[in-house]
């Protein structure tokens, strides 16, 4: 019988801790870059306190591997990612709303991450994640709801009364008279118009500070996507007379310098396109207008294909790091017979 302190890692556990220790040595190196190119005194204070949880995680995820003999990721790093003497690429405003946006993401995926660990050691950490980043979304929030920059979706009628749904028509959207839209709808229109938003000003920075051609290409490409994406969104919303969210295309600079890396950018776009997948299947699974529906699905073929392109050129130049997985029991077999 295995007793807590030599209990095995599962595949859960190494694949969430291998996740945060990429994720969390990239953005220290975005972070670090944008605190250095901050100047709102408001608005550095967040990113001090983001860029010591990415310390935080990444020390106490090294403290577990160091315990296990797993090997340490190469990740990200300063010497080979960073370029603090870059010229700010982003307004201070867009650095405060990618930080707030993050945050959403991490409470996201440290809470998946927690959900499926069972190790004492590794519950602990992404506990003090979770905590740790609803600390950050909870600090964003205020700064930007003091600066009047908090975009908040639309306002309905709170219902006097409970109703249940009595006929087919409630499900159609195709043709002729649609129903107005829910409350779970508008806000995975909403949520995802404007990650969408945070996205496309992203790309369009990591677009022209890019060295390689084809990286640059893949980032407008991406650009051009999140536009669609906003744009889709922001018809229905009108459609419905619902406001909706600014767009913070006006906040990427002038600057051509590159601040990262082709890798840590491509890494990073891989993995909020991921993300994004994600988001866009829980939409899926939520509205009930089938022509909502119908177009969730196709940004989510869209998205599934621009992702896969992204792994490609991380592999194409070896810029993608391998996950732990399991042994081929078979092909081991079979090399021992040949020897």
Not at 65 to 76: C, D, R, S, T
Not at 91 to 99: E, G, I
Not at 235 to 248: A, D, V
Not at 297 to 307: D, N, S
């Amino acid at each position: 019988m295995e007793t807590e302190h030599n209990i095995r890692l599962t595949s859960s556990e190494l694949a969430s801790l291998w996740a945060g220790y990429m994720n969390n040595s990239m953005s220290y190196c975005v972070l670090k870059y944008f605190k250095e190119k901050t100047q709102d005194t408001e608005i550095k204070p967040i990113l001090e306190f983001a860029i010591e949880i990415t310390e935080i995680m990444i020390k106490d995820i090294k403290v577990i591997y160091e315990k296990e003999n797993h090997a340490i990721p190469v990740g990200f790093s300063e010497k080979e990612d960073l370029n603090l003497n870059a010229p700010a690429l982003y307004s201070d405003t867009f650095h405060l709303n990618f930080v707030h946006n993050m945050a959403r993401h991490g409470m996201t995926s440290y809470g998946a991450s927690f959900s499926g660990c069972a190790r004492n050691d590794v519950l602990e950490l992404f506990s003090k994640a979770i905590d740790l980043t609803r600390q950050l979304y909870n600090k964003s929030l205020n700064v930007l709801l003091e600066k009047g920059l908090y975009s908040r979706s639309a306002s309905i009628p709170i219902p006097d009364k409970v109703e249940f749904i009595e006929k087919q028509g409630y499900l159609t959207g195709w043709f002729g008279e649609r129903r107005p839209m829910n409350a779970l709808e508008i806000m995975h229109l909403y949520n995802n118009m404007q990650r969408n938003a945070i996205g496309k000003a992203l790309l369009l920075g990591f677009g022209q500070t890019a060295g390689l051609q084809e990286v640059r290409n893949y980032m407008v490409r991406g650009a051009n996507i999140a536009s669609k994406v906003v744009e889709f969104m922001a018809q229905i919303l009108n459609q419905e007379n619902l406001s909706q969210t600014s767009t913070l295309d006006s906040d990427v600079l002038k600057s051509t310098t590159p601040p990262f890396s082709d890798k840590l950018m491509m890494f990073q776009v891989t993995m909020l396109s991921g993300m994004s997948l994600g988001y866009y299947g829980v939409a899926l699974g939520t509205v009930s207008r089938r022509d909502l529906g119908a177009k969730f699905m196709r940004i989510t073929l869209e998205a599934v294909q621009y992702a896969e392109d992204g792994a490609n050129i991380l592999i194409e130049h070896g810029w993608m790091e391998k996950s732990p997985s399991s042994i081929d029991n078979i092909e081991i077999a079979k090399l021992n017979r040949k020897q």
